[in-house]
């Protein structure tokens, strides 16, 4: 999928390099460090608005990747 999609950080765990993101529209998605897209330390913070791209992650359920602070 390239559509964008517009969510919050629920919580990010920086000691464990994922957490979740509450999308506007249905289930909390996973997120991993890697996915975050910016300079320096990938980190998000709990509250935070952020645009993402959803992704199959297999048995595991959806993922975001190319996450941007909006």
Not at 12 to 39: C, R, T
Not at 52 to 68: S, Y
């Amino acid at each position: 999928m390239s559509d964008r999609l517009n969510g919050i950080v629920k919580w990010f765990s920086n000691a464990k390099g994922y957490g979740f993101i509450q999308p506007d529209e249905g289930d909390d998605v996973f997120v991993h460090h890697a996915d975050i897209e910016m300079d320096g330390y990938r980190t998000l913070t709990e509250g935070e608005a952020v645009t993402f791209e959803l992704v199959d992650n297999g048995t595991k359920g959806p993922r975001a990747q190319a996450v941007r602070r909006a």
